[in-house]
């Protein structure tokens, strides 16, 4: 559920084959920049605080992978490994107007490899990690915080802060995004609790933004994707009292596949925003499901809910399980890593994947259930990933942030974890157009994906592009899919 890696590919069997941030060329459906001749990288590593990495330094090669190991080998120009926000302005005032891509990478988890781009200069924020939990309940986040060490940081705190379930995604890019998480329907997305962030923009000037100040800026970065406009240094959210959650699996047979989403769609449109879910369906000969989700409410509350969508299935499930945990453990429990120390809970490295999305804009119909279902039963290595919307995100209006699919029922991740599966992926993800909807996520990017634009950003786009031209008129911050090409 959310924005994860363990949660989706690992705890919730989603590397099918077993059963951001930012901005930049690409190699796929993008031509790799040339190499040039303008950047003064010594004069750059001279003025920076942190290391800046070059083809050749031993430290290059690890630092130049990214997460997605299906993207192959990536050569950036440079890494610069920023030490300080200064650091962060330096590397694009001396990078600027010289035709390098420029792009912002904090967790590196840009699915299509944005955040590393070839022949480029990737800005590393990860030393850009400090978190500060004030007495108010809001926290400063740096923009080189994974998830797992926000919520360990506001755990000590009794505080809490909705997100994905990856416990390696960087808060920046998920942020940027929308930030969709396995409490959303509760709490809503990552992004609606923003208060304020800093900005280096394309000038080389530093911001810091929020409803009254550039408030322009503040609304795109709600929602308007990573690298777009300038780069984060850092976040300042409002946070909740940290809940206790109550985590459920449950798996029906096989057989019963299009009646499990049919029914978990229509469970789901009633459901109380406590409630927030995914439904999983696995390509096989006979697809199977999965629903895995949390609650919010009263442990014993929980069991009326779910007997409600078992009665609907008309069967009984194969398998089920509930778990209450603190907030910190329910999202370690997603993450693989349950009684595990934060750290250990990073330890995973790059994974091959190939994934899309859609966006569910209504409830599934038995009919539409049985094009999913029969769409999936011709796949192999691959899964749908219905994750709930509407509760808290709903709440919000579809023009006050960019995040533009605040109706939304649910987003479809489309994922395989066999990193030969692109073409494959990009044609469900075709098919799922007319079944469950045109719009999709700008987290889960797809470059081969020929209407990301409206997709992405459906009825905001027109105002998302006059925002970002505004603070970087020259496309500074250029990549394949970055706003100003759209």
């Known amino acids: ?107 590196g988890h840009s699915y299509a490899g944005y955040s590393t781009p070839n022949s480029g200069v990737v800005v590393d924020l990860g030393a850009l990690k400090s978190i500060t939990v004030r007495s108010d309940g809001t926290a400063v986040v740096g923009a080189g915080c994974r998830l797992i060490d926000v919520y360990a940081a506001l755990a000590a705190h009794g505080r809490a802060l909705p997100a994905g379930s990856c416990p390696t995604v960087g808060v920046a890019g998920s942020t940027l995004g929308g930030g969709i998480g396995v409490t959303a329907r509760a709490y809503g997305l990552t992004c609606d609790h923003l208060k304020s962030a800093t900005v280096v923009t394309a000038d080389g000037a530093l911001h810091t933004v929020d409803g009254n100040h550039d408030a322009d800026l503040f609304w795109a970065l709600r929602g308007g994707g990573g690298g777009n406009g300038g780069i984060v240094t850092s976040f300042t959210f409002g946070t909740v009292p940290a809940p206790a959650v109550t985590v459920f699996t449950l798996r029906f047979p096989a057989a019963r596949t299009a009646k499990v989403l049919q029914s978990w769609s229509s469970w789901m449109d009633a459901a109380p925003h406590q409630l927030s879910s995914l439904c999983a369906v696995t390509a096989a000969a006979t697809p199977t499901n999965r629903v895995t989700g949390t609650w919010t409410g009263s442990p014993a509350a929980l069991a009326g809910h779910l007997s409600s969508l078992i009665a609907a299935v008309g069967a009984a499930p194969a398998f089920r399980t509930t778990h209450t945990y603190g907030f910190l453990d329910a999202m370690k429990y997603f993450a693989g890593c349950l009684n595990q120390t934060t750290a250990a809970c990073k330890a995973g490295g790059p994974e091959p994947f190939r994934a899309a999305s859609r966006m569910l804009e209504r409830t599934v119909t038995s009919s539409v259930a049985g094009q999913v279902v029969s769409l999936m039963s011709r796949q192999r290595g691959m899964v749908l990933l219905f994750d709930s ?76 592009r006059r925002v970002i031209k505004k603070y970087d008129p020259d496309r500074v911050f250029d990549f394949a899919q970055s706003v100003l090409r759209a």
């Open 1 to 107: 559920m959310g924005d994860s890696r363990f949660g989706r590919r690992r705890f919730l069997g989603l590397a099918a084959t077993a059963g951001a941030v930012a901005a930049g060329a690409t190699l796929l459906g993008e031509p790799v920049a040339a190499a040039a001749s303008g950047v003064d990288y010594e004069g750059l590593k001279r003025a920076l605080r942190g290391p800046l990495l070059r083809p050749g330094d031993a430290a290059y090669p690890a630092a130049a992978k990214p997460y997605n190991a299906a993207l192959g080998v990536r050569r950036p120009a440079a890494i610069a490994q920023v030490a300080t926000v200064d650091d962060v302005r330096t590397c694009v005032q001396r990078v600027r107007g010289h035709g390098v891509p420029l792009a912002a990478r904090g967790g």
């Open 389 to 464: 919307l509407r509760g808290q995100v709903a709440g919000i209006g579809t023009a006050d942030t960019a995040f533009a699919h605040r109706t939304a029922h649910a987003s479809v991740q489309v994922y395989s974890g066999n990193a030969a599966n692109g073409p494959a992926v990009l044609a469900v993800q075709q098919a799922l157009r007319s079944a469950v909807g045109t719009g999709a996520y700008v987290n889960y990017l797809n470059p081969g994906q020929s209407d990301w634009a409206s997709a992405y950003y459906g009825a905001n786009l027109s105002r998302l």
